[in-house]
């Protein structure tokens, strides 16, 4: 009978997650769901997200209550078909909650590694294996666990590299000529040390313009390339949060500027304002941060126009943006060549990837499979 009744589980959303909590549910017990519809959001450490259900079928039963933590792989909720009975779901939930044992937090999926490329010590984080991999590249200010949503999804049936660029995360502080050809080049001394010949970039704001550069310098080592919420594209910047990011020592006054990066603001947790806190008390963080802003942000504008340069791309190019971008107007993604398709994602800020994660991870993966 076990064959058909099926298990909702706790996500695992990035290395660092090992638990959430569901503070809402979209479908009652009794009611169809498909693979792939929204059923709940989950609050993370980091950020909410919404959770879609893994399987079909009908939602039977709801586990673990809203508002409570509970540990990655607990159960939520059970889907069974109509026929299996009231005892056999009793049982089945008894003999799961019965056996199930919490991951081990030091033995909770791949770690981040290192890598001395270019004379700098990058730090990255590799998933899956096989295939043409995924190279994300996350943006100013960001690191790694950016793509904490979007990694894992696109790992199922390839490798894929999250970093950390120069400046930021665990790499190190030296970002020389502090602009996005700087940071491409840094990509490129990371893809040769680690002898990926080509790879499928998804790069994030700061991020997205080096992995346009790196495009544009070396469309041989390029599969594709996905920018979302990109520098680049326009002169316009908001300056107050490049400003607030850099000179925010405390978490009061962190947190709204923050804020500004999502459409919901409720969307910032505790955890990841003192995440940046954390960062930027590393050593050589906050003049890093600083030399990025005087260049590639001088004067309060965007410096380094790609836009003209796009209908170059030889690889297949898409831009994603949140339609609601307090960092980066939305309208940036105007106007572009008839070769880049362009996403307007609504209820999204600038932080698109992790606002609407399970629609930009379908737009990466339908690239990453040209």
């Known amino acids: 009978m076990s064959d058909t009744i099926h298990p909702i589980v706790m996500p695992k959303w990035g290395m660092a997650m090992t ?12 009611g169809t769901v498909e693979a792939g519809d929204e059923i709940a959001d989950i609050e993370t450490a980091k950020i909410t997200n919404v ?8 939602l039977r039963r709801l586990v673990a209550p809203t508002d409570e933590m509970v540990p990655v792989g607990a159960l939520l909720a059970v889907v069974a078909d109509d026929a299996v009975g009231d005892a056999d779901l009793d049982a089945y939930v008894t003999e799961f909650q019965a056996n199930f044992v919490p991951e081990d937090a030091d033995d909770g999926g791949p770690e981040p590694e290192y890598v001395e490329a270019g004379g700098r010590r990058l730090r990255y984080l590799k998933m899956g294996g096989g295939g043409t991999p995924v190279v994300f590249i996350h943006g100013f200010g960001g690191d790694l666990n950016s793509w904490m949503f979007n990694q894992p999804a696109l790992s199922e049936d390839r490798a894929t590299y999250a970093i950390d660029l120069p400046g930021h995360g665990g790499s190190t502080k030296d ?44 469309p041989g080592r390029v599969a594709s390339v996905t920018a979302l919420c990109t520098t680049g594209l326009g002169d316009d910047i908001n300056m107050d949060f490049i400003n607030g990011f850099i000179g925010g020592k405390r978490r009061k006054d962190l947190k709204p500027v923050l804020e500004l990066l999502v459409a919901d603001p409720s969307l910032i947790s505790r955890d990841m304002i003192n995440d940046v806190l954390k960062f930027k008390r590393l050593d050589g963080a906050e003049a890093a941060l600083t030399a990025i802003r005087d260049t590639v942000f001088a ?3 965007q410096t380094g126009s790609l836009r003209s340069r796009l209908g170059e791309l030889r690889m297949p190019c898409q831009v994603i943006w949140g339609r609601d971008d307090r960092i980066i107007p939305a309208h940036h993604a105007e106007g572009l060549p008839n070769g880049v398709a362009v996403h307007i994602l609504e209820g999204a800020g600038h932080m698109a ?18």
Not at 51 to 58: C, D, N, R
Not at 178 to 190: K, L, Q
Not at 353 to 367: C, I
């Open 19 to 30: 638990e959430g909590m569901v503070i809402a549910w979209h479908v009652e017990p009794g």
């Open 51 to 58: 959770f879609e259900s893994p399987v079909a079928g009908t």
């Open 175 to 218: 970002v020389g000529e502090a602009d996005a050809e700087e940071m491409a080049r840094a990509v490129v001394d990371f893809l040769d040390v680690l002898n990926i010949e080509k790879a499928h970039l998804a790069g994030h704001s700061f991020g997205g313009a080096a992995s346009l550069v790196l495009a544009l310098r070396h």
């Open 299 to 301: 004067g309060g504008r």
């Open 353 to 370: 990837h992790m606002e609407k994660s399970n629609e930009v991870n379908r737009l990466l993966e339908a690239m990453a499979s040209v």
